[in-house]
């Protein structure tokens, strides 16, 4: 019998291992459960991982918003909310951490990012005007609609292909936004919405050499460019991986630079800045930021609490300074790229590079059998949590919806599972239980059949649609 010497994780990468910035001091048990018990969860939840019982759900993976970890400081803050109806001292707290940490000078809290695109939505849109975006965002998108704008998919090509390498598919491309000004004449262009690091593209980066390209032209045209800073802090660390001059800047500098060349950001603070409930909306203009300030009273609560607590406000002022530090985001994009690591080295498809919250399966790849409308993406997840309890989420033809005006299917290019991670939350051992799921699954996959949707709601149908089996 030969034995093997076992190796450290940095060892078989032929590098010093690293660690987590923090140490675990309370914890919250997971409940296993047997594979009969979750066929019986599965078929309940009509195939849908949104409609499980979270109580059926071993590693959660849905997804990395509002389900990070807070630190200890954090919910030290929770303990010192001001619940005043207005002029909340945590508010104050929050506004100066934006302006610290993004630059922008007003800022509007809402109750979480959909709350933000509601308002700048319907305040920077006229009914007709168009929308060019980094491609679309599920609730970005319909909110746009709402206030009655056509959403323009701008991205680079790149972006739609899985297997591109390029280092920022996230970037606008710029010849696609001149030519629908030239064509479409700049009155008829609402805003340009950028999102820092593309959620439904796989997490994929804007450099900064793009913003300043889109700042230029902006003004050029009159032009306002808002961000949707959701995960723009994720961003900036592949900028300081990347892009030529920015090694040596901090995660902070970076961060402030980039928000400098926009003219407004809306949030969900649930996912960078690392609390449960929480967005804000935040510009420069004094005339924009008196129009948000006099509707968020109408949908959200009073401009110094928008729909939050004082103790939501609080940790969130804290959570914004925990979340530019580089030694957290080192950490958590590299536990990210640890199980893309895995899967790519195991010749599994996934979206390549590795982006920032996630790792999207490729389901096209995953199951070439299965043609679009069987919902690929839609079985790997029911696939996935049947063989371990693993919980990912459909981001295919499912999220994609219905076109407005011809109510036919939106066929999106990509077709993906993601398996999103939270903040602070699993360990490498939970990545490897992960890693190997994925593979017992892909190592099943010939026998694996499509789905059918047998209910569909009128508005985002993926999080309350159901789906059956189609039987051989
Ligand atoms: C996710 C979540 C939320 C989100 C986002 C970007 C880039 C805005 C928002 C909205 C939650 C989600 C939302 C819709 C469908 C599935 C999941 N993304 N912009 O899991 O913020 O949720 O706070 O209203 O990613 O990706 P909020």
Redesign the pocket.
Known sequence: MTHETPKTMGQQFGRRSWAEPWKIKMVERLRMTTREERDKALIEAGLNTFLLKSDDVYIDL?????TSAMSDEQWAGMMLGDEAYAGSRNFYHLEAALQKYYGYKYIVPTH????A?HLISQIAIKKGQFVPGNMY????RLHQELAGGIFVDVILDKAHDPNSLHPFKGNIDVAKLEALIAREGASKIAYVSL?GTV?MAGGQPVSMANVKELRALCDKHGIKLYL?A??MVENAFFIQEREEGYAKKTIAEILKEFCGFTDGAWM?A??DNLVNIG?WLAVNDWTMFEELRNLVVVYEGLHTYGGLAGRDMEAMAIGIAESVEDAHIKSRIGQVRYLGDLLTDWGIPIVQPVGGHAIFLNAREFYPHLKQIEFPAQTLAAELYLDSGIRS?ERGIA?AGRDAKTGDHYYPKLELTRL?IPRRVYTQAHMDVVAESVKAVFDARGATRGLKMIYEPKY?R??QARFERLIA
């Open positions: 849905l997804t990395d918003s509002g979480q990012g959909r709350g695109e965002f599920t609730t970005t999102a959620n949707d959701t995960r969900s649930k996912k967005g989420m999220s999103t985002l993926f999080f």
